[in-house]
């Protein structure tokens, strides 16, 4: 038995408070931890055995397990036996429990794990959704705490059984983590502690936010005088110069290159960019940065598989997926060292990221996947932050394990462009930030697209809104899919692009101070409902709306029509404030029938709520004469919350910095007043939202003093 009492000092896994928890081993050798006579995890097997399917419990014999607590809240256990597999098994008190984790992917389009049995690998083709493949060894249960296991072999979680699940890992060693939560019921306090073992997310540059536009393939759809690829990417810029659509970035998915389907030779095709370091130079001059997509494909007759395949460097043929070749493998340091050279070349002519595909195709065994994909990653990262430094470039994977989110963003895969795919694409952006990628974008519109008309304007709408309240916005353009172009020329869905792409630029403020809270904590952006309404049981299987922040309760419309029902989480506001009217007010615990058109989403504001908004990335808006950094700081004062805070992040990377900006509100004198925590006054304006107020009174800062009539406002009558 194992007792802890005092704090530890284990740097960021610490808690601030004092406990009785204890674990000791049950009667049948499971692993029980209790607070006094109340059981709160119940590890009900350890499994060992030679193979995943005949894996058994340890019973009597406990020789190679240890368990101890590391922190009030963090139990450590270690297997270490003679057996090839090993794993564990939970169980609930309950059948009802939710489980959550493991993947991005949302089976049957759900937030939660019911009846799923999968490996710790890429999903494949699929409902909704093809290739989904975010996943981390770690879940999390509505019974209040989660388990992290530490390892990148492979593996396999079976959450068929209600109230119970189970793992097992193709390894002789083991290390699993019991995760409890700091405060009762505090999941976020458990995703905190998880990260802080695994790893977090670095702090994306701000372009990496977007909003980004791409093609499937610049080399084709060519209009006007456009001959080749590059012209056709800055066809596209002039596009957006001329319509006022803000941007920050660029890529080019593969055709690119002069290889074997455009792969391997790791260059520029020469046709289609005969000046790859002028265009890209040019494209950076506008604003832009650029991006390549990579994989760890060695098609054959390109450079990477001739000097590979006779040095024996190639996993065996297994006919991956589409023909494109096998995966070198990376554990062998020779074959890790000439890839990592020849990338290179990529960062060296101004190349500030990466897409990388692929890792899940069949291109190498399974049972190395999450080894081979961390390593490919690393390899990545290693050439971009040699060339440009810590989060001064933009990479993004759909195929990632926990332990590479420091060094890669998400996107969520290929996407269906319909309804179905859009509807699991916003549960992938929730369940992805249940395993921690908080960096996180779709291909707006989906990838996976059949027909002339897919995907429909008002599928389109409905997802460049989403995009909007999504860490990332990245929109794809391409052969009938290009709004300026027919057949989406006549329709309004130009104007919608617009319309969300600029607000999502607005947003930077607010998002990239999330992203920057993520990188801290290993919190979310798009958070499930349960982590701010953790007290609510209505929420644990929503899937269709979620936290965005604190401070936004955003509720997608997912199906044809304008209308859909949303419900208000009971916990972290007593009512919600329609965003973009600013008119309707809806109490928690309730729910009600909202109706939107195109032009606008449903997206509701929490009493207190503090949000940073402006002009504080110039990106593309070269059109802008004289361009300067413009922060509104947006208040929606509540009595009902005396104090409400928000950590603003300014800057870029290490080199920015926080303040907290501090809102008080006393009812009894009928006064507001906000701290802006010493940010500078140049560019700044407050706005403040009230009843009589409601298009917002501004506040130029710099004509202010802290007590001067505009920071401190009396007599408000509060929306809410």
């Given at each position: 038995m ?27 050798s ?20 030679s ?12 020789t190679?397990l ?6 009030p809240t ?12 090993h794993?564990?098994r939970?169980?609930?008190a309950?059948p ?11 089976f049957?389009g ?15 083709n ?15 249960t509505?019974?209040?705490y ?6 990148l ?24 983590y019991?995760?409890?939560p700091?405060k009762?019921?505090e ?6 502690q998880?990260?802080?073992?695994s ?13 980004t ?26 596009h ?5 659509i803000r941007?920050t970035s ?13 792969w391997?030779?790791f ?28 994989a ?14 006779p040095?024996g460097?190639?996993f065996?043929d ?8 096998e ?45 081979q994909?961390?390593?490919f990653?690393?390899?990545?990262y290693?050439?971009m932050?040699?060339e ?29 462009a319909?309804f ?14 249940l395993?921690a ?12 697209r ?33 709004p ?6 006549n329709t309004?869905?130009?104007?919608i ?19 920057y ?5 290993g ?13 609510d049981?209505k929420?644990w ?8 922040g ?40 309730s ?26 990335y ?8 004289d ?10 004062p509540?009595y ?6 928000f ?10 910095e ?8 006393d ?20 706005v403040w ?7 917002g009174v ?8 802290e007590?001067?009539?505009g ?10």
């Open positions: 194992v007792r802890l009492c005092a704090v530890l000092s284990l740097s960021a896994l610490v808690s601030s408070a004092l406990c009785e928890y204890e674990i000791k081993l049950n009667p049948s499971g692993l029980l931890i209790t607070d006094g006579n109340k059981t709160l995890v119940n590890n009900s097997a350890i499994l060992s055995g193979s995943n399917t005949t894996v058994v419990s340890l019973k009597t014999n406990t190679g240890t368990y101890t607590f590391l922190t963090v139990a450590k256990v270690t297997l270490n036996t003679s057996s090839a597999f794993g564990a939970f169980s609930t309950s009802s429990t939710h489980f959550y984790g493991v993947w991005e992917y949302p049957n759900r937030v939660d794990n019911k009846n799923v049995s999968f490996d710790l690998k890429g999903v494949g699929n409902v909704g959704i093809n290739w989904s493949n975010a996943r981390a060894p770690f879940f999390l509505s019974s209040g989660g388990v992290y296991t530490d390892t072999k492979m593996g396999n979680y079976d959450f068929r059984t209600p109230g119970e699940v189970g793992f097992v890992f193709n390894s002789s060693s083991l290390v699993y019991i995760i409890l700091e009762t019921g999941l976020k306090s458990v995703i905190e998880y990260t802080a073992l790893a977090r997310s670095e702090i994306p540059p701000t372009s990496g936010l977007g909003p536009f791409w093609s499937d393939d610049f080399t084709q759809d060519f209009h006007g005088s456009v001959s080749n690829a590059q012209e056709n990417i800055q066809d596209v810029v002039n957006l110069y001329a319509e006022r941007a660029s890529f080019a998915d593969r055709p690119y290159g002069s290889g074997n389907r455009s391997g030779n260059d520029f095709d020469p046709v289609q960019y005969p000046d790859p370091e002028g265009f890209i130079q040019n494209l950076t001059d506008w604003g832009l940065d650029f991006q390549v997509w990579i760890n494909r060695a098609q054959r007759g390109s450079k990477l598989f001739n000097e590979s395949s040095k460097w190639l065996p297994n006919h991956p997926v589409g023909g494109l070749g995966a070198l493998n990376l554990s062998i340091p020779e074959a890790y060292d000439y890839f990592e050279e020849q990338l290179s070349y990529f960062p060296s002519v101004g190349v500030k990221g990466y897409k990388i595909d692929r890792g899940e195709e069949g291109e190498m065994p399974d049972y190395v996947q999450n080894e994909m961390a390593l990653i690393d390899i990545a290693g050439t932050v040699e440009f430094g810590e989060s001064n470039f933009f990479t993004f994977a759909r195929s990632a394990v926990d332990r590479s989110r420091a060094k890669t963003h998400i996107w969520n895969g290929d996407a269906h319909n179905t795919g859009l509807a699991y694409t916003v549960a992938s952006g929730i369940r992805a930030g395993v990628f908080p960096i996180w974008g779709s291909d707006t519109g989906g990838y996976t059949e027909g002339v008309l897919t995907p429909t304007p008002e599928v389109w709408a409905r997802w460049m809104w989403f995009s909007a309240f999504s860490p990332v916005y990245e929109l794809m353009l391409g052969t009938n899919h290009t300026w172009y027919p057949p989406y020329a309004s869905t130009m104007a692009m617009k319309q969300t792409a600029n607000l999502h630029a607005d947003l930077t403020p607010y998002i990239k101070s999330y992203a809270v993520a990188s801290r904590t919190l979310p952006i798009i958070r499930a409902l349960f982590l701010e309404a953790p007290n049981e929420v299987e929503v899937a269709d709306s979620y936290f965005f604190e401070e936004f309760l955003v509720a997608p419309i997912v199906a044809t029509g304008n209308t859909r029902s949303v419900y208000f989480p009971v916990g972290p506001s007593k009512s919600y404030l329609e965003y973009f009217s600013k008119e309707a007010v809806y109490t928690a615990g729910t009600a029938n909202i109706t939107t058109p195109l032009i606008s989403s449903p997206v509701f504001v929490t009493q207190g709520a503090i949000i940073p908004r402006g002009d504080v110039q990106g593309n808006a070269k059109w802008v004469e361009w300067k950094q413009e922060l509104r700081i947006e208040l929606f509540s009902d919350v005396p104090v409400s805070a950590t603003y992040y300014d800057g870029e990377g290490a080199e920015g926080e303040y907290v900006i501090t809102m008080k509100a009812k009894e004198r009928k006064e507001v007043s906000v701290d802006l925590g010493g940010l500078g006054s140049e560019g700044v304006s407050v939202y009230y009843r009589g107020a409601e298009e501004m506040v130029d800062v710099k004509s202010k003093t007590g001067e009539k920071l401190v406002v009396k007599g408000v009558e509060t929306l809410f």
